[in-house]
């Protein structure tokens, strides 16, 4: 793999990984800025599979962070 296409690489999981961490946020504020925390099932669904997001996003960026992109790395 070149460093063009490992470069690329990178900032493709950067990016996908930024909106899935906006999506992660907003289900953990989904319950509140709609009102619907008195669904209980769906107030900790969504914060969990919120929180999971996040972590996951967190992980895909750490995993890409330590990999060195230079010719034969």
Not at 25 to 49: M, Q
């Amino acid at each position: 793999m070149t460093t063009t296409d490992r470069s690329s690489v990178r900032t493709t999981v950067y990016w996908t990984s930024g909106s899935n961490l906006l999506a992660g946020i907003w289900l953990v504020i989904a319950p509140f800025a709609l009102a619907y925390n008195d669904i209980e099932g769906a107030l900790w669904n969504d914060i969990i599979i919120g929180i999971s997001i996040f972590v996951l996003v967190l992980a895909a960026w750490s995993a890409y962070a330590s990999r060195d992109v230079r010719p034969g790395a």
